[in-house]
């Protein structure tokens, strides 16, 4: 087991330095953290707030240069699947933000070339990294509600101002903000599905294993262009069907919100991150009710770095947040986005 290991992070932007790379110098377990960005500018601010870091401006040669074990993917939503290709041909475990990549193809591609190499891939979905998402994912895993027939999912954000084309106000002290270009750009991945809805998949992915197979979608619009709503109409690999919700606009004096609900051949389960809730319900009377203290639905910052730098040093982890969880994510939601341009029901594939 190596004591020390070394992480470089591509995409030194908002997200990096707000998260990934404070948990990294954080680490004891890591050594060198090498970042990426190719504005002098910014990289230059990056070296400002964290001296110990090695600045390149060339993502490649960074992986070149650096005896790296792993590397964190952070850069803008339509570059994830080429950042994280170069990282993955190395050998590398690799953290890539989410949306794992922006088309069914890449990230299909993400994952044989993670499996061809031997590594894994992590997606920092925050709440699968929590007790509530892993007591949903045990209970159906052990057959409390029977065979899965239908999920209703839906996920929603206070973030009418990114997904708007304006400044997210809880970033006004950061040392970056979250770019239009990436949030709110139509033709860059933009929009509330690519930004956030991910999240919601994400973590139903994780208790429901089931693939995705076919998509029909409606989207509403905010003001730059990008999908404010998503509303689709989803069939899964079992023939079960889902009923999936997103929405941008939730006032920002509330929190986030994840309501998934699974309707088995046996029972039912309950999740809600903002009770918090994990509740299963049986037709033969049996029910399971998951106590939880407060936070328990909180997103979690920390764990999937952590689980980055465990993996690297070889030890065995369990990964609540995979490649396939993020693949079906995101070939989800490339359908989702043809569906609502083409007006009719996509293939996933």
Same mark, same amino acid.
């Given at each position: 087991?190596?004591?020390?290991?070394?992480?470089?992070?591509?995409?030194?932007?908002?997200?990096?330095?707000?998260?990934?790379?404070?948990?990294?110098?954080?680490?004891?377990?890591?050594?060198?953290?090498?970042?990426?960005?190719?504005?002098?500018?910014?990289?230059?601010?990056?070296?400002?707030?964290?001296?110990?870091?090695?600045?390149?401006?060339?993502?490649?040669?960074?992986?070149?240069?650096?005896?790296?074990?792993?590397?964190?993917?952070?850069?803008?939503?339509?570059?994830?699947?080429?950042?994280?290709?170069?990282?993955?041909?190395?050998?590398?475990?690799?953290?890539?933000?989410?949306?794992? /990549? *922006?088309?069914?193809?890449?990230?299909? @591609?993400? $994952?044989? !070339?993670?499996?061809?190499?031997?590594?894994? =891939?992590?997606?920092?979905?925050?709440?699968?990294?929590?007790?509530?998402?892993?007591?949903?994912?045990?209970?159906?895993?052990?057959?409390?509600?029977?065979?899965?027939?239908?999920?209703?999912?839906?996920?929603?954000?206070?973030?009418?101002?990114?997904?708007?084309?304006?400044?997210?106000?809880?970033?006004?002290?950061?040392?970056?903000?979250?770019?239009?270009?990436?949030?709110?750009?139509?033709?860059?991945?933009?929009?509330?599905?690519?930004?956030?809805?991910?999240?919601?998949?994400?973590?139903?992915?994780?208790?429901?294993?089931?693939?995705?197979?076919?998509?029909?979608?409606?989207?509403?619009?905010?003001?730059?262009?990008?999908?404010?709503?998503?509303?689709?109409?989803?069939?899964?690999?079992?023939? /079960? *069907?889902?009923?999936?919700?997103?929405? @941008?606009? $939730?006032? !920002?004096?509330?929190?986030?919100?994840?309501? =998934?609900?699974?309707?088995?051949?046996?029972?039912?389960?309950?999740?809600?991150?903002?009770?918090?809730?994990?509740?299963?319900?049986?037709?033969?009377?049996?029910?399971?009710?998951?106590?939880?203290?407060?936070?328990?639905?909180?997103?979690?910052?920390?764990?999937?770095?952590?689980?980055?730098?465990?993996?690297?040093?070889?030890?065995?982890?369990?990964?609540?947040?995979?490649?396939?969880?993020?693949?079906?994510?995101?070939?989800?939601?490339?359908?989702?986005?043809?569906?609502?341009?083409?007006?009719?029901?996509?293939?996933?594939?």
């Amino acid at each position: 087991m190596n004591d020390k290991v070394n992480i470089g992070v591509i995409g030194a932007g908002w997200w990096a330095t707000l998260a990934h790379i404070p948990a990294l110098l954080a680490n004891p377990h890591v050594g060198i953290v090498a970042a990426n960005r190719p504005d002098s500018d910014g990289l230059d601010k990056v070296v400002a707030a964290f001296p110990q870091v090695k600045p390149y401006r060339d993502a490649s040669a960074m992986l070149e240069s650096e005896p790296l074990h792993g590397v964190v993917v952070a850069s803008p939503h339509v570059l994830h699947a080429e950042h994280a290709s170069l990282s993955l041909s190395k050998g590398l475990h690799t953290l890539i933000e989410k949306p794992m /990549a *922006t088309t069914a193809a890449d990230a299909r @591609a993400l $994952v044989a !070339k993670a499996q061809a190499n031997g590594v894994e =891939i992590i997606l920092p979905y925050g709440w699968n990294f929590r007790p509530i998402v892993e007591a949903a994912h045990r209970l159906v895993g052990e057959g409390w509600v029977g065979e899965v027939r239908h999920v209703v999912a839906q996920m929603a954000s206070a973030l009418a101002d990114l997904f708007g084309g304006e400044p997210m106000i809880e970033t006004r002290n950061h040392l970056f903000r979250p770019p239009v270009a990436t949030w709110a750009d139509p033709a860059k991945s933009g929009g509330y599905g690519w930004g956030q809805l991910t999240h919601g998949l994400g973590a139903l992915f994780r208790i429901v294993d089931l693939d995705p197979v076919r998509v029909f979608a409606r989207t509403g619009l905010s003001k730059a262009g990008v999908d404010f709503y998503d509303a689709a109409v989803v069939e899964l690999s079992n023939g /079960a *069907t889902m009923s999936l919700s997103g929405s @941008a606009t $939730v006032p !920002k004096s509330r929190g986030y919100q994840i309501d =998934i609900r699974v309707f088995g051949t046996e029972g039912m389960l309950l999740f809600d991150i903002e009770r918090p809730r994990v509740e299963v319900v049986r037709h033969d009377g049996k029910s399971q009710i998951i106590e939880f203290g407060p936070g328990a639905g909180d997103y979690e910052l920390t764990a999937p770095v952590t689980l980055l730098v465990d993996l690297c040093r070889g030890e065995k982890r369990a990964n609540p947040a995979d490649g396939i969880v993020g693949m079906r994510s995101s070939v989800l939601l490339d359908a989702m986005y043809r569906s609502a341009k083409s007006g009719r029901m996509e293939d996933v594939g």
